[in-house]
């Protein structure tokens, strides 16, 4: 061990220099296509980047399953949630119907929308799993609006890189990027096995991004905003799962 | 389940096989720089992955079968210990702390280490020989006479001979290969299965095991599998002799001149 030869020195050195200018040129390449998480940084930064970039390189535009009717669970799970607060309560006694969603952000037409408003685009339901963090899961329908078609109707402009969404709870918002944002199963949905999405499981409008675990799938969505960066919101780690301890990339 | 090179369990000799890259005249290491290096790393991301991992388990200790399963479906088993949510019918009054959030951020960090390890060692080891030389069985070992031959000297707690300080035997060779090439690659497809974004790129992943909830228990399963082969590995090290066992390991120099040489120094 003690005599280090020239010749391993110099391979050595040749190396370590090869591995960094190796990681800063993946970095630069990561950076440009989008394959960096907002939640980069610390400890957990390199894995976390290395699982979303995969993940981008690998399931851009794949289809989360779906599955028969018959598989559709008897007992879904609604997780539990924070008391509602008096304004929500206000909207549950008037039967939802002053419910607006606002989208603002990098949209040609900003535009406040009601739940008919809504449901008078192009409706999509299916059948897809819910899957927690903690383990859990169970299958329902799902019907709703998909984002890609609210979208397009407010003009989102090209240099959109995110869509923030927000629920009325306080502190409740998630971000995903433009491969989910114009997922054709990304739905805003408004109604779950064939009825009205119950309030317990998110109604009366829930973002559901099925490729994701649950969290992503915010409750009582009443605004979306288009972006070309999340630095500037809350602690800029991209939503408040981060800010929590937990990933920003839910697909794992 | 200790260790290695140059004469097999049967007592065959073997060529030693010089790693390249070592200075002349210095002992062949007994096991390789590569191996040394990739072993620790393993093991570090591997008690990572555990400590996490239990971690996870804590927040739904309930185990299902097929594709769905939650706190209203009835469990295939139950792991009789505390949540970390109070969603799940425990039995107990209390709630643990949640640590899924580092814990998860940590256990696929872990995991992208452990994979990118074990691919540098099953590589290299399958280009350089190392699995055909020293963890494939030799002929005069795969056969059940020389499985029962060595349970039996184990039994008797007789003590690792020369030959066996230099080349793993057959139950060792057993042990390791299963690890390598079947344990390893079952809990990191298990894993794998229950991310839904892969599994939207792969649904045959998650499918084949039967639904998510039966990739989840069988991921436990394999876990713990890894688990006990941890423990009896460093049992066994323990019974051949932990610090001649881990001194090869660290610095690949534990011949029995350097452990004679540190014994009369302690």
Redesign the interface.
Known sequence: ?N?I?RR?LITTGLAATAGVAGVAAASSIARRYGLVPPDCRG??G???T??YAA?RL??TN????E?PRG?I?K???A??IDPPTDEFKRHQANNFSDWRLSVDGMVAHPASLSLSDLKALPLRSQIT?V?????????AEWIGTPLIDVLHATGVLPQAKYIVYYSIEKDWWESIDMADAFHPQTLLTWGMNDGDLPVGFGGPLRMRV????GYKSVKFINRITATDSLKGLGKGLGSAAPE????WFA?? | MCYSPRVSATGSLRNSEAPRGEAPGEEAPRHTALVRLTHWITFIAFVALLVTGIEIVISHPRFYWGEVGNSLTPPLFTIPIPASRSTVPTGYGYVLPDQNGWSRYLHFEAAWVLVLTGLIYGIASLINGHIRKNLWPTPQDRTPRAFIGRITKYLRRVPPDEAESHAYNVLQRTAYLTVIFILFPLVIWTGLALSPSFDSAVPAAVNLLGGRQSARTLHFFVSGSLLIFLIVHVAMVVQAGFRSRMRAMITGQASARSVAAEEERT
């Open positions: 061990m005599n030869s391993k400890i957990y390199p894995g976390e290395l699982t993940q690998l399931t794949s289809l989360a399953r599955f598989m669970s007992t879904p799970f997780n539990a799993e899957v927690c963090e903690e383990g859990w899961s169970y299958i099925p490729r994701q675990l929590a301890g937990y990933a697909g794992i």
